[in-house]
């Protein structure tokens, strides 16, 4: 069915009010009709990342936009450019365009995805931004994800613990750091008795050493690396010969000092190194597929929800660092 206009004239929309952590509430106006190629979605949870991200309902369709039907559950992706993957530039919600934090969002359909259904709504809030950063970490060059490998994430945020839970789908086993001995011990029970290890970056400084330890000597196949200069060369260290670093974010100290060594180890370890960034449509829906045929769940990695009459609390939990996963804030 397609419906040609909007059915509101405005929506409700939080703002971060400029140098404070605080949201302001304003009723802003919708375009009426859509745009041809849009959908309008009501949003009904938002995942808090540096960047939001929303998981909601298409309730109006543009004249000419045949992907998606009223009812449909979706989500738009945060590189509005990243299509195929092979675009040159990138533009992402809550940097050159408005975050989603609102009750309602207009979208051009082809930037939007279709959630898997067995998902709730604040789970598949997590998708487009960590799910999607984790899964872009894990696959191969393929674009698929092996069976079988062994990896290290590093902390107990949103993209480590989204990477955990499909790791351990794909029977991979996995060692994770933190600073926190009670967050590694929450994060262990997340996967099957003995898949997942940790490793406190804090209290073991060279926790390289540990990492070879833990794989007999011969180091992860796969390190989903945060740290950034702090830790690259650890990373290489603790990271097999012919494996592979995905190089999510920058968490640490950078110091170009630190990064004494890792030409020559990475010549010497022919480790692949790669930059990861979110990750495109065509992914996001190879990650649903997968998603999809394990049954994968995600409601055990999200660490807070806060409904809309805490959202105001929400951007401060998202700073103390003191949950485990996600943060999602839920609209209806
Ligand atoms: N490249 C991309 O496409 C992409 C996409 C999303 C996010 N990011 C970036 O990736 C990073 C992680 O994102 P996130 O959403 O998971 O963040 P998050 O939920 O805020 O989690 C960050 C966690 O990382 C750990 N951490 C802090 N400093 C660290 C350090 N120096 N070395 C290693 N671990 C450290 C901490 O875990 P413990 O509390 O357990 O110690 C912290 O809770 C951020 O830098 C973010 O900006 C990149």
């Not at 675009?87 to 082809?110: C, I, N, P, Y």
């Not at 930037?111 to 598949?124: F, G, Q, S, Y």
């Not at 262990?188 to 406190?200: F, L, M, T």
């Amino acid at each position: 069915m397609s419906v040609a206009s909007s059915i509101l004239n405005s929506r409700t929309v939080y703002r971060r009010t400029p140098n404070s952590r605080t949201l302001s509430r304003s009723s802003e106006s919708l375009p009426n009709p859509l745009p041809p190629t849009s959908i309008l979605i009501e949003v009904h949870a938002v995942s808090l990342n540096y960047r939001d991200n929303a998981a909601g309902t298409v309730v109006a369709l543009g004249s000419h936009a045949p992907r998606f039907a009223i009812g449909d559950r979706v989500s738009p992706i945060l590189d509005q450019d990243a299509i195929t993957g092979d675009e040159q530039t990138r533009r992402w919600l809550g940097g050159e365009f408005d975050g989603v934090l609102a009750s309602h969002v207009v979208m051009d359909e082809q930037v939007c995805i279709r959630i898997p259904e067995h998902l709730d709504w604040t789970e598949a809030a997590c998708l487009p931004n960590a799910g999607l950063t984790a899964w872009s970490s894990l696959i191969n060059a393929q674009g698929e994800l092996p069976a079988g490998r062994t990896a290290l994430l590093q902390g107990t945020g949103g993209v480590s613990m989204m990477a955990l839970k499909l790791a351990i789908a794909a029977g991979w086993k996995v060692i994770m750091t933190s600073s926190s001995d009670s967050k590694l011990a929450d994060v262990q029970a997340v996967g099957p008795e003995g898949r997942v290890q940790g490793i406190n970056h804090r209290s073991e400084p060279a926790w390289e050493e540990k990492v070879l330890k833990l794989t007999d000597g011969r180091g992860v196949d796969l390190v989903v690396e945060n740290g950034g200069m702090e830790s690259l060369v650890q990373s290489l260290k603790a990271v097999r010969k012919g494996g592979t670093i995905s190089q999510v974010g920058y968490l640490g100290k950078q110091d170009t000092a630190a990064l004494a060594g890792f030409v020559s180890l990475m010549i010497d370890k022919t480790v692949t190194s790669r930059g990861i960034n979110v990750g495109s449509c065509r992914e996001f829906e190879r990650m649903n597929r997968f998603i999809e045929m394990t049954g994968l769940r995600f409601d055990d990695v999200i660490g807070r929800v806060y409904g809309i009459d805490h959202i105001q609390e929400a951007p401060e939990g998202l700073q103390t660092g003191s949950t485990i996963g996600k943060i999602v804030i839920t609209l209806k």
